[in-house]
């Protein structure tokens, strides 16, 4: 799943681009690709590391193929029980307020505060605060991104970050300059960087639909407020890609065709507060494959997206030792991520250091 960018509104995918090419790009069609593959190479089963929608091509190819899998590996899972994108987005409003909680310490009136502002922004007013700034709905959207953005490795501690500062600070004590202000430098950073949308993964979501929406129900925004009054509007607006949608469908395998065919031993690794594949999309998989077994990443800076081979010992030995040895049961696994001992003292993170210095003063 991609994450959400405020900047990007309905996806409009070009009409040549989506009659000619979905049914040889859906993930049926990727499967079958994957197994001729297979087979040129001469092998007579694969291994397979998958993160993201990969999680849902390696579940489908061993839907389709459960004699040809050795081994499989479903890093930060999609879940198999939706039968539409708008039940992925629909669900994925509430993730993203479980990730708000933690990102707000779980204070009960911060929750309540954000719910407040979204209520009066989403009626087209603008919300003012004590200190007397004025934020609109493009500029609350951006601190609900704020929330779900993921934690870079080696960065600072989200609750040591000047983001986390001004965001309380508004909640708090409804002072607004200092949200405002990281909010224009990050408008800055966001028109020095080009930054396009792929057309690749919604011709694929809306292909591989088992159950479409009609325009109607697409166009419904009240499922969205009523999974999250935080997030309901900030998902719906970025939730409407299969909206006319006239091409051919390729209908990927229900959660009970993938119940039923395949029974190998598949590891499956989900983030507590993964902003891209909701963690209990993870666990769907999980209950969906019964022959599997669950991984679950929790802790320092842990709203991450993929977590195997990204430094977490507990996940790279668990994962190492299955992709060796794919026979040997494996329980399900809670693994706690922990600080990196050369923490903002990598090259790679000087920029990162420099500017959060800057941000730091006054």
Not at 146 to 175: G, H, P
Not at 334 to 346: A, D, E, H, V
Request: glycine content about 6%.
């Amino acid at each position: 799943m991609k994450s959400v960018n405020v900047k990007k509104r309905k996806l409009a995918i070009p009409m040549h681009l989506s009659k000619a090419l979905p049914l040889n790009m859906g993930t049926n069609a990727v499967a079958d690709d994957m197994d001729a593959l297979r087979e040129h190479l001469g092998e007579d089963k694969i291994s397979y590391l998958g993160y993201s929608y990969g999680t849902r091509l390696g579940s489908i190819y061993a839907e389709r193929y459960p004699d040809r899998i050795r081994a499989a590996v479903l890093d930060s899972s999609m879940s198999p029980i939706f039968e539409n994108e708008g039940g992925l987005s629909i669900d994925m409003a509430k993730n993203h307020e479980k990730i708000a909680e933690y990102r707000l310490n779980y204070r009960f009136e911060r929750l309540e505060k954000l719910r407040n502002i979204v209520g009066i922004v989403r009626n087209k007013s603008n919300y003012q605060t004590n200190d007397g700034y004025s934020f609109d709905k493009k500029n609350i959207y951006t601190l609900l991104d704020f929330l779900v953005e993921k934690d870079n490795q080696d960065s600072i501690d989200w609750f040591k970050s000047k983001k986390y500062a001004a965001i309380t600070k508004l909640l708090d004590t409804d002072e607004g300059k200092d949200f405002h202000d990281i909010y224009i430098l990050q408008e800055q950073k966001k028109q020095q960087e080009q930054s396009t949308m792929g057309f690749v993964y919604p011709i694929v979501s809306c292909t591989d639909e088992i159950t479409p929406l009609t325009n109607e129900e697409i166009s419904n925004e009240d499922k969205y407020w009523q999974s999250s009054m935080i997030y309901g509007g900030f998902l719906f607006e970025f939730s409407q890609t299969c909206l006319n949608w006239k091409a051919k469908r390729s209908p990927i395998a229900s959660a009970d065709d993938i119940n039923r065919n395949i029974s190998s031993n598949i590891l499956i690794i989900g983030g507590r507060y993964d902003p891209n594949t909701a963690y209990n999309w993870a666990e769907d998989m999980h209950k969906t494959i019964k022959s599997s077994t669950l991984i679950t990443v929790d802790g320092y800076n842990s709203v991450r997206h993929g977590f195997s081979f990204s430094g977490t010992k507990c996940v790279d030995e668990i994962t190492t030792g299955y992709l060796f040895n794919p026979s040997k049961k494996i329980s399900d696994t809670t693994c706690k991520r922990s600080p990196p001992n050369n923490l903002m003292f990598s090259p790679k993170n000087w920029q990162e250091r420099v500017e959060y210095e800057r941000l730091s003063k006054p």
